[in-house]
């Protein structure tokens, strides 16, 4: 597959190299932009490893919500991964540089995380709402079995889409210049290099939009609407809280996942800059992954309890 292709000029080629411009607008700031974003990353690393372990070492946390929470935090350290690590050597460097493969590379597994995310957060949904508007049969339809395949799905959704789009994506011939506008490769603006026809790819992620980003929404919309329809039929205030309070973490962490999504896509792009539509989008790729442990240890007391039990353990061992 070859990417090289003359410029208007006739004199210069692509090579297979490409610049992420980034930050590079910042200049002595990047220093400081790295200090933060690698303390961000460190924590988004070490809280979704806890709820990880915490979901391994403690039996009172196998069920389906928390076999979910695990796939999410797993989720979580792969997203971020994808492209934070590469962003923080481009901050110390000077020549930000990328190769085409691992170009690709890296928006193969940015748009798979975030795909198999949206339909996870949708069967993490339906699982508060079997839990809550059909407690009774709720052993029958969220089954063992029944978790893996829908974990198993979101996944698999995430994999095979991103396989498509990817390959039609990076088998276009690629010409002018080699910049790339922003600090991780980006879909939209890998495109924008294409001197070919990309109708087919435009109608591909429109496609993708709809069945693998508005449906799992709408499914989690709906599944929230029944919730909260069921919880106020509930005759004591008490009552209405202990079980709201069970998905109260679920809810806060779809709210700012989507919000984050939705700052990021629907807000209109500046004309002649793209310095805030880059701090927007690093916003919506770093808060949502290091707030999300947070949101599960700080609001429930299932993982609270855990947590200290754990910490209990490990004192009592090395004692």
């Not at 770093?286 to 947070?294: A, D, E, G, R, T």
Request: glycine share 4%; hydrophobic share 50%.
């Amino acid at each position: 597959m070859n990417h090289s292709a003359r410029v208007p000029d006739g004199n210069k080629t692509i090579s297979d190299v490409l610049i992420l411009v980034g930050f590079s607008y910042l200049n002595k700031l990047q220093i400081l932009l790295f200090l933060v974003l690698l303390i961000i990353y460190l924590a988004t690393l070490m809280g979704n490893l806890l709820v990880i372990l915490l979901i391994k070492l403690n039996p009172s946390l196998q069920t389906p919500m928390y076999f979910f929470l695990m796939n999410l935090s797993f989720l979580e350290i792969c997203f971020t991964t994808s492209m934070v690590p590469q962003l923080l050597v481009h901050l110390l460097v000077e020549e930000k540089t990328i190769s085409i493969a691992s170009c690709a590379a890296q928006m193969f597994f940015f748009n798979i995380m975030g795909l198999t995310e949206f339909c996870l957060l949708a069967a993490m949904a339906y699982d508060r709402y079997v839990a809550i508007c059909r407690p009774l049969h709720y052993t029958t339809l969220m089954s063992g079995q029944v978790c893996a395949l829908l974990a198993g799905a979101s996944w698999f959704i995430g994999i095979s889409v991103e396989v498509a789009h990817t390959t039609w994506t990076f088998s276009l011939h690629f010409c002018g210049s080699n910049r790339i506008h922003h600090f991780f490769c980006d879909a939209p603006q890998v495109l924008k290099m294409a001197c070919a026809d990309t109708t087919h790819i435009q109608i591909l992620r429109l496609v993708v939009t709809v069945l693998f980003i508005m449906s799992p929404f709408l499914l989690t919309l709906l599944s929230y609407i029944c919730i909260i329809s069921t919880i106020l039929t509930l005759p004591s205030a008490q009552g209405r809280h202990k079980v709201f309070s069970t998905s109260s973490s679920h809810l806060m962490v779809v709210t700012l996942f989507y919000g984050t999504a939705l700052i990021t896509y629907l807000v209109p792009k500046s004309g002649s800059t793209t310095e805030s539509d880059l701090l927007i989008s690093l916003l919506n790729t770093l808060v949502s992954p290091v707030l999300n442990p947070i949101i599960y240890t700080l609001r429930n007391n299932e993982v609270k309890r855990a947590l200290r039990n754990t910490l209990k353990k490990s004192i009592f061992s090395y004692s």
